[in-house]
């Protein structure tokens, strides 16, 4: 019988055929846990009577928001973490590597046909590795660390076809935008997201990242994308790798099927409060910013830099403008001070922080005062998001984001 | 006991910001709920009280930090058309039962309400509206009380067997 890609993985992982709308519990192939989460996975996982965790070479954990610790209790969770990762035999990266999901995802964690949790809605972004992976709480962390399985409800799939080549200054954050203002906050609720099409084969493996990374941002319980060539290419520079095919029958049961056309997409900006609220960047040009934020696991990637880097070129940021670049995490902060994108940053008058989540979850360092005005390349622009609940948040592209930064006014990166 | 009418798309970040997440007990959670967003509610929410709200409640971040404040405030039961999918987890996990009614938007903010889960329905001014069973396969852990005591009372689980 015909199956989605998603049905396929769990039908593989449990070694008979599993549908949609099923309920089953699957193995989990890897699990991660953060700073914010983790405290309370861990207690969680006490409280169940857990005494060892299933499998300790399972277990991603590291510290990604609050680093380094910015408060007492921040430093306190900290702490905690670090004992229960000696105690259970964890590798602990602690504050050293970068934001969860892209060391998950650079260090090969995730892989084609695998079942992937983080206790981080995030999660889904792992989709762009092949796997089914989506963002779970902390009391099911606690479930997982124990078991090693959870409850899933195997999801039933909207696919999205996208065609088209990118106009210049315009790419996936765009056209993931776009979609975010089609599908809706909720439209995918519960559902997975598989995306194809030509401008998919194409995309590489950062811009697939950013497209998964926002599934959640429909309410998508996991974004995919069918693994190819370049899956496997980026995969085995990471881990041992045997490529096999996966991917949706044709006659697979879709609940819908969207059509985009990348060439005809212009440079796209969520509005506040909701990321669904998606205009063209010339409705909202002109908008005056404080304060704009490169960086987060939607856009913190060398690929993302080195895109705002063309923009900025050898120009100044805009001086009523406050520019935060944050890399996502330490290899790409590496790759990009190679090939001298941090250097033309602070030359150009941004602060470069070390890798890390920053000003996206509001919890740490770069929060907004009542009335400014953030334009962010991160995945959410909800009602007190950076800071007070009086400021407002924008997202777009790191070329927007760049564009701005240079002007102090939102801008059609096309024009500058 | 009254019910506090919230509407559309009300994210977990609204429920309790990100500067308070490195709390963990209840109760001082439940002191910054809907701050900045409905600064009276922390104020004056009291224990029995109702969360009534449109499409796609909890929203956005997995912070099970948002069911945690919401049950440390007092609230049992959260009524709204519809869940987004990691809250209505995260909160029957915490032993929060959300509950999902389409009439949601006819109870008006302030009412007095009755839950009533077991016979599928609330009733709020002399209207009974029907509300939908949680799936068979979260009945069990709502009746434990959560996935904590549910989870104690498992020696192991079986997972359909791998076939790598
Ligand atoms: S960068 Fe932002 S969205 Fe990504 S994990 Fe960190 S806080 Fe969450």
Same mark, same amino acid.
């Given at each position: 019988m015909a199956a989605t890609l998603v049905e396929k993985i769990f039908s593989r992982r449990c070694g008979h055929p599993v549908r949609a709308g099923d309920v089953i519990m699957a193995p989990v192939d890897c699990a991660m846990i953060h700073d914010i989460t983790g405290p309370l996975a861990v207690q969680k996982f006490r409280e169940m009577g857990?005494? *060892?965790?299933?499998?300790?070479?399972?277990i991603v954990l590291l510290f990604d928001h609050q680093i380094p610790a910015d408060s007492l209790p921040a430093a306190e969770n900290h702490v905690f973490m670090r004992r229960f990762a000696v105690e259970q035999n964890i590798h602990n990266l602690d504050i050293?590597?970068?934001?969860c999901h892209q060391v998950v995802m650079e260090r090969g964690r995730a892989g084609p046909g695998e079942i992937v949790v983080g206790?981080? @809605? /995030? &999660?889904?972004?792992?989709? %762009?590795?092949?796997a089914f992976s989506t963002g779970i709480g902390s009391t099911d962390m606690g479930f997982v660390l124990k078991f090693g399985a959870l409850y899933f409800r195997v999801p039933t799939t909207i696919r999205l076809e996208i065609e088209g080549a990118f106009c210049p200054r315009v790419g996936p954050k765009d056209l993931i935008l776009a979609i975010a203002g089609e599908i809706g %906050?909720?439209?995918?609720?519960y559902q997975a997201l598989e995306f194809a099409g030509g401008t998919i084969e194409t995309m590489d493996m950062a811009g697939r990242m950013t497209c998964c990374n926002m599934a959640v941002e429909m309410g998508a319980k996991a974004g995919i994308v069918p693994p190819d060539g370049i899956t496997w290419e980026y995969l085995r520079a990471r881990r041992q790798v045997n490529p096999f095919t996966l991917s949706s029958d044709r006659d697979a049961e879709f609940t819908s099927v969207h059509r985009f056309d990348a060439e005809r997409l212009s440079p796209k900006v969520a509005v506040p /409060?909701?990321?669904?609220?998606v205009v063209d960047v010339e409705k909202v040009a002109? &908008? @005056?910013?404080d304060q704009v934020f490169i960086g987060s696991? &939607?856009?913190?990637r060398f690929e993302d830099l080195r895109e705002a880097a063309e923009v900025l070129g050898n120009r100044s940021f805009h001086a009523s403008v406050r520019v935060l670049v944050i890399p996502a995490s330490r290899l790409e902060y590496l790759k990009a001070l190679r090939a001298g994108l941090i250097e033309q940053f602070v030359a150009a008058g941004a602060l470069v922080e070390a890798p890390?989540?920053?000003p996206c979850m509001g919890g740490a360092f770069g929060l907004l005062a009542p009335g400014e005005v953030s334009l962010s390349t991160s995945n959410r622009n909800f *009602?007190? *998001?950076?800071? @007070? %609940?009086e400021s407002l948040v924008y997202l777009c592209s790191p070329a927007t984001a760049a564009a701005s930064a240079i002007r102090g006014e939102i801008t059609d990166p096309r024009e500058v | 006991m009254r019910t506090w009418k919230f509407g559309d798309n009300i994210d977990t970040d609204a429920i309790?910001?990100? +500067?308070?997440?490195v709390i963990y007990d209840p109760r001082t959670l439940a002191s910054h709920a809907? !701050?900045?967003? +409905?600064? !009276?509610f922390a104020a004056e929410v009291s224990e029995g009280d109702v969360i009534v709200a449109g499409r796609?409640?909890?929203?956005?971040?997995? +912070? !099970?930090h948002a069911p945690l404040a919401l049950s440390g405030a007092g609230i049992r039961f959260i009524i709204a058309r519809s869940f987004a999918r990691i809250f209505y987890r995260n909160a029957i996990n915490v032993g929060l039962l959300p509950i999902v009614c389409? #009439?949601? #938007?006819r109870i008006p903010d302030g009412s007095p309400l009755s839950v009533n889960p077991k016979e599928g329905y609330i009733e709020c001014g002399g209207i009974q509206y029907p509300i939908e069973p949680v799936p068979a396969f979260l009945q069990e852990i709502v009746d434990a009380g959560g996935l904590v005591e549910y989870a104690r009372s498992l020696p192991e689980v079986k997972t359909c067997t791998g076939s790598q």
């Open positions: 857990g005494k *060892r965790v299933f499998d300790p070479e399972k050293k590597e970068g934001i206790a981080d @809605s /995030h &999660t889904c972004m792992y989709g %762009a590795a092949g %906050a909720d439209g995918a609720n /409060h909701n990321v669904d609220q002109g &908008t @005056s910013i696991c &939607t856009n913190g890390c989540c920053g *009602r007190g *998001r950076q800071g @007070s %609940a | 309790i910001p990100g +500067r308070y997440l809907f !701050e900045g967003t +409905r600064n !009276e796609n409640f909890g929203c956005g971040s997995s +912070r !099970e389409s #009439d949601a #938007d």
